[in-house]
């Protein structure tokens, strides 16, 4: 049956023929994208005018017309769009035939669960509703007849363009501050791992938005990709729609895999990386669009002014300021000079790129498609002159964002560095990551920006950082295939065979201090002799310092701290020592603090816990001081069941372990004897909330150790309440024996989801495996938690490989379980 014999018995037979014709429609496998949009709207203009013309007799109303507007005036229907309608008529009829005209309308829509945007006014009306809400007048500028009177309609598109057009300069700027508010609100659409394909920045409105400023005739979009995108947007949003049944733009996690099916491809993440491609088209375009507004505006209010001083002659022409070499800016832009030939000057691109990020100016679009269309590629390796120009724009801040983003919209990135296009748009499911991988590495050179005064090369701080995770775009540890795309990229750009040695040691082991820092014992010599023999150098150490710092910041908050950072400093500290030939000794045990002792001979007296809440503050030079989290001392009669038990009160009283040290001291002999006496430094946060009283944390504790606290079942409840993402399966837990971690314990590393009570339940099962915790080191990153655990035999010597191994193994199922 073709769609127009479906339609021809949709009007035959009412509102259940036309809901049988469109769902015919919608399950033809053939037919999608455009075409089907197409005749989805098609098929509904059919079924309502047939309505409105048997409305209308009925009714007995003349002069009117049924308008399609919005989306549905564009012809864009997707299988769950609303339908936006708009009833014109020249004002002849009564307000009671109006009223039954409209409920001849709107009822069977509605009476099909189609969403229904409506509304009834005559020219008049819409053109003053238009000329007070920008969104009407938005909807209108996509005015088009369904049934009725064409002439109405007719004139009411003219009308309403001519209005549009006399008041742009007045409802342009309006019109790109709703823009802003939204993306403000959304987010950028191609960042987001469940992004709202018609709301985010980048996404339809922003399309839709373009399309009116190109109707104003005041600037006009570029036009070389965008409508392509504007159909994958749109195709994205008809799977989804057909793959949940609703009415949604959001592409949750859950739904990417049945939305990438519906359209054929591969994964979730090729269907994110197009959408991601799809919506950088639209922000690009954005961009450049709103800024051509602005200043077409700002030329507009100058020009009179300027004739009046000119006497009213002739304007003389824009100035032009020299940048540099072929550059030169002009009203608010970087573009090229008259003199420039960019078929002879193949570093002219990075010249002028480094010119317009240094002076916090903008390409002009015109610029940078000449420079993709004539330049000559760079020979290899690069002419000095390139790689410094490289750096140049690297090391200009945030204004290289934008720098960055114009030169790839042309394809320049890729054409410079091609290994650039595995990584570009390359989503990165991870909650801790802002950023596709892309953009992460642009805005890590960013923050390394900042940090060049730390180095004695930036020059290879702020390539490394271009270039850490260049390796995500490949199978396998992404360091590692990192370091041989590093190793090509920097002999490409013209390093000698040291600078080449530094970087690709950056880029191998940009992870080495913080996962490091954050997992190890930094008292252990074994830890900083294995990082310093990496390293290798103190130069290197420093610029893998700033590495780490920037990478971190360009992750995302939850990423870096003033905590993390002050460990990472440590661990340079100490790594810096040895390089310089100072190695550090075996560790004696650490001395006990006045507090600490006090709070161990108060536990030997009464026999049960003490504890001491301080908050811990770090002050950066001239900075007001930053919290770092609270420190929580406990001591403790020596006996079993004390880590799970600590644990255990921690998470129920919703504290956030970010490091944990047990330790066993021996009182002086004339406090009654050698006693043990355990103590337990925590460094701890409030998930929300403020601290709970030290008194009911000891309490806690001393019901969770005589057994008559059950944390398994308390534990149990709050699990049972905590909020789960359907389809959002966690990777199973991992446990592994950390190979020459430590030559005082064995050290066992944990990486699992993060979840309330995670640490109690190690804990436990470490103690049925009769083996000691001596200090245990937590990082929790987003939903993940990676943790380090530095356990002996009960006489305090590292575990056997056989038993560390099996110990591995249990914790493992335990977690599992």
Not at 642 to 656: C, D, E, I, M, S
Request: some cysteine; hydrophobic content about 45%.
């Amino acid at each position: 049956m073709t769609s127009l014999e479906v339609t021809t018995e949709a009007e035959d037979s009412g509102p259940s023929g036309y809901a049988a014709a469109r769902l015919h429609l919608l399950n033809e496998k053939e037919q999608s994208g455009p075409p089907r949009r197409a005749a989805l709207a098609t098929l509904t203009d059919e079924w309502l005018s047939a309505l409105f013309t048997t409305a209308c007799k009925e009714a007995k109303v003349r002069g009117a017309a049924l308008v399609a507007v919005g989306g549905y005036g564009r012809g864009e229907l997707s299988p769950r769009s609303d339908l936006d309608l708009l009833l014109l008529h020249d004002g002849s009829a009564g307000a009671g035939a109006l009223a039954a005209l409209a409920d001849r309308i709107w009822y069977p829509v509605w009476d099909l669960g189609l969403a229904l945007d409506h509304s009834v006014r005559t020219p008049a009306e819409a053109r003053k509703t238009a000329g007070e809400d920008l969104k009407v007048q938005l909807g209108l500028l996509d005015a088009r007849p369904v049934a009725g009177d064409l002439g109405l309609v007719a004139g009411l598109r003219t009308a309403v363009l001519a209005d549009w057009r006399n008041q742009a300069p007045k409802r342009l700027p309006q019109l790109d501050e709703l823009c802003r508010e939204r993306a403000e609100r959304q987010g950028e659409l191609q960042f987001l791992l469940e992004p709202d394909l018609k709301e985010a920045r980048g996404g339809l409105r922003d399309a839709t938005a373009l399309r009116a400023v190109a109707a104003s005739w005041l600037a006009d979009a570029p036009r070389e990709g965008l409508a392509e995108a504007r159909r994958t947007l749109l195709d994205a949003r008809d799977a989804l729609h057909l793959t949940t049944g609703r009415a949604t733009d959001r592409l949750a996690l859950q739904e990417q895999d049945q939305v990438a099916a519906e359209l054929g491809l591969l994964d979730a993440d090729a269907l994110l990386r197009q959408v991601y491609e799809a919506a950088r088209t639209v922000s690009y375009a954005t961009d450049v669009t709103w800024r051509e507004v602005n200043r077409v505006l700002r030329s507009r209010a100058v020009r009179p002014r300027l004739r009046a001083m000119l006497g009213g002659g002739r304007g003389q022409q824009p100035e032009r300021t020299p940048l540099a070499e072929g550059v030169v800016e002009q009203d608010g832009e970087v573009v090229l000079a008259r003199t420039a030939k960019p078929e002879r000057d193949p570093v002219l691109p990075l010249r002028a790129a480094a010119a317009a990020a240094q002076s916090d100016l903008p390409i002009s679009l015109h610029a940078v498609r000449r420079l993709a269309a004539t330049t000559r590629p760079l020979p290899v390796p690069w002419p000095a002159e390139a790689r410094e120009e490289l750096v140049t724009l690297l090391g200009a801040g945030e204004s290289t964002i934008g720098v960055w983003e114009a030169l790839e919209a042309e394809g320049l990135i890729t054409r410079l560095l091609p290994d650039w296009e595995r990584v570009r748009c390359r989503p990165q499911r991870n909650a801790v990551h802002t950023w596709t991988v892309d953009r992460h590495l642009v805005e890590a050179a960013v923050k390394a920006s900042a940090l060049t005064r730390r180095v004695g090369r930036p020059d290879l701080l702020l390539i490394a950082a271009l270039l850490h995770d260049i390796g995500k775009g490949w199978p396998g540890d992404h360091s590692v295939a990192g370091e041989t795309i590093a190793r090509d990229v920097a002999t490409r750009i013209g390093f000698d065979r040291a600078d080449v040695a530094v970087i690709a040691t950056l880029v191998r082991h940009h992870l080495l201090l913080i996962e490091t820092a954050t997992r190890r014992d930094l008292d252990d010599p074994a830890t900083v002799a294995s990082v310093a023999e990496v390293v290798g150098s103190v130069s290197t150490l420093e610029l893998l310092h700033a590495l780490t710092e920037a990478d971190a910041l360009a992750t995302g908050p939850a990423a870096w701290s003033a905590w993390r950072g002050s460990l990472v400093t440590d661990l340079v500290k100490r790594v810096a020592a040895v390089l310089a030939g100072n190695a550090p000794a075996e560790p004696e045990p650490a001395a006990p603090s006045a507090e600490q002792e006090r709070l161990a001979i108060e536990a030997l007296r009464t026999g049960e816990p003490v504890l001491a809440l301080h908050a811990q503050t770090e002050a950066p030079a001239g900075d007001e001081p930053e919290p770092v989290g609270v420190e929580l001392l406990i001591a403790l009669p020596d006996q079993p069941g004390v880590l799970p038990a600590a644990a255990g009160v921690l998470a129920l009283h919703r504290l956030t372990v970010r490091a944990a040290d047990l330790s066993s001291i021996e009182l002086p002999s004339e406090l009654g004897g050698p006693a043990g006496v355990l103590l337990l430094s925590w460094r701890v946060a409030a998930e929300y909330g403020s601290l709970p009283q030290a008194a009911r944390l000891r309490s806690d504790l001393v019901r969770a150790l005589d057994g008559s606290l059950d944390i398994p079942a308390r534990l149990a409840e709050r699990e049972s309440a905590y909020p789960r993402r359907r389809g959002v399966q966690a990777p199973p837990p991992q446990v592994t024996v950390a190979a020459a971690g430590s030559s005082l314990a064995t050290v066992i590393e944990v990486r699992a989801q993060d979840a309330p009570g995670l640490l109690h339940r190690i804990g436990r099962a470490l103690e049925d495996e009769a083996v000691r915790v001596r200090s245990a080191h937590v990082s929790t990153l987003g939903s993940n938690a990676v943790d380090a655990f530095y356990v002996t035999d009960p006489e305090g010597a590292p575990l056997p490989a056989e038993e560390a191994a099996r110990t591995a193994r249990a914790l493992e199922a335990v977690l599992r379980s």
